[in-house]
């Protein structure tokens, strides 16, 4: 079975603070998104990658940052954490093709106060 | 660009009995997938069903069946004999090819299994 991990389910930090969100995958996947979840909103991509070191703007990157130096690894990074950052962050992973399934993490649930 | 559109936010359905999520599409590829996903208050997201646009028939995973309609540009999730645990988010989304591989999600369907 496809296996994306997140690394932390449920983070509270303060306001200004760096965060780091961490994704693997054990697919061997090329492409890899973050997505932002909040309610009546769905689903919106963050930035999403397509290969090593390769990565590329979605909807919403004001804010954030990511890091991708292996295949299997997509880091999410909050440079200085603000309140209306608070939302659920999903990772996802899947291969190229319009026929490829999405597989996504457990979802990290982050609080900035 | 794609988009995706489900248009009920919340749905109720009695248990045992068949329940239809809406989801329409809009693309210019001629090439797409469509794909539905279950999201319990958990959070994690669960792939239940897929059909790509040039398939013939209607995709079916047991109590799953996508009703795609291309014409209309429709991929409605139907489950039927509805259970309890069948309560959750819904999610229809799409990818297409080349250029538009990235996928695209609605907004979600809040659907409520009652006994």
């Known amino acids: 079975d496809v296996k994306v991990t997140q690394s932390s389910r449920y983070l509270v930090k303060r306001t200004g603070e760096k965060v780091f969100l961490e994704c693997v995958q054990d697919?061997?996947?090329?492409?890899m998104f973050w997505y932002r979840q909040d309610p009546g909103l769905g689903l919106r991509l963050i930035y999403f990658?397509?290969?090593?070191?390769?990565?590329e703007k979605g909807d919403i990157p004001e804010g954030y940052s990511v890091s991708r130096e292996k295949k299997e690894r997509f880091s999410l990074i909050l440079e200085s954490a603000s309140t209306n950052q608070t939302s659920m962050y999903l990772c996802a992973s899947s291969r190229d093709g319009s026929g490829n399934t999405i597989y996504f993490g457990e979802g990290s649930w982050l609080t900035v106060v | 660009a794609q988009k995706i559109t489900q248009t009920q936010p919340g749905m109720f359905v009695q248990e045992k009995e068949a329940v239809t999520l809406d989801c329409t599409y809009d693309t210019s590829d001629p090439s797409y997938g469509l794909f539905w996903y279950k999201q319990p208050s958990s959070g994690e997201m669960i792939f239940l069903i897929y059909?790509?646009?040039?398939?013939?028939q209607n995709a079916t995973e047991g109590r799953y069946s996508l009703n795609f309609q291309k014409a209309r540009k429709s991929a409605n999730l139907v489950i039927s004999a509805s259970q309890l645990g069948d309560s959750a988010m819904y999610f229809c989304a799409m990818r297409g090819s080349g250029g538009s591989y990235i996928p695209t999600f609605g907004r979600g369907t809040s659907l409520i299994v009652h006994p």
């Open positions: 990658s397509y290969d090593v070191k390769m990565k």
């Open positions: 059909q790509g646009s040039y398939d013939q």
């Open positions: 697919m061997d996947h090329e492409n």
